[in-house]
């Protein structure tokens, strides 16, 4: 069932860019902020586990990081023009979009790594990785969200 999920899931993110060029500005942004609370919830659990505040758990980190790593990919989608109503995003995500997408890239690169790194069973490595999906996403929000 896990695996049909997930297959389901990169499926629809697949067709994200298409389905986000015909969306209305509001929609894009509950797009955005659902992926965003998604991917927080998975990547908590994670880190929660990578800083021992809870207790590792392989079956469920392995899934945390399974989806994590897929719903990295979603938000830059729904960054659209205009999108920047009534949220977080600073208007230097457009201004500067280059930079922005250069974060994101990073973002998405480090979140990928994660399954792997609870697969290996090595700790040091896991909370590595951890840490490395961490500061990425501190670098975008430092530059690119509002507090």
């Known amino acids: 069932m896990k695996k049909l999920a997930i297959a389901a899931l990169v499926t629809a993110a697949t067709a994200l860019p298409a389905l986000a060029q015909h969306m209305k500005l509001e929609d894009q942004v509950k797009y955005r902020r659902a992926a965003y609370d998604l991917l927080g919830l998975n990547f908590g659990s994670l880190s ?7 207790p ?7 899934s945390n990081a399974d989806f994590a ?4 990919t979603v938000p830059r989608h729904f960054f659209g023009e205009g999108t920047d109503k009534n ?3 600073k208007p230097e995500i457009w201004t500067h979009r280059a930079d922005f ?4 890239d990073k973002m998405v690169g480090e979140a990928q790594k994660l399954p792997a790194a609870v697969r290996s069973g090595d ?3 896991f909370r590595k990785q951890v840490a490395d999906v961490g ?13």
């Open 48 to 54: 929660a586990m990578a800083q021992d505040k809870k």
């Open 56 to 62: 590792f758990d392989k079956e469920e980190a392995q």
């Open 69 to 72: 790593a897929m719903l990295a």
């Open 87 to 89: 949220t977080k995003a």
């Open 101 to 104: 997408d250069a974060k994101m």
């Open 123 to 125: 700790m040091a490595a």
């Open 135 to 147: 500061h990425a996403c501190k670098s975008c929000h430092d530059d690119f969200r509002a507090k």
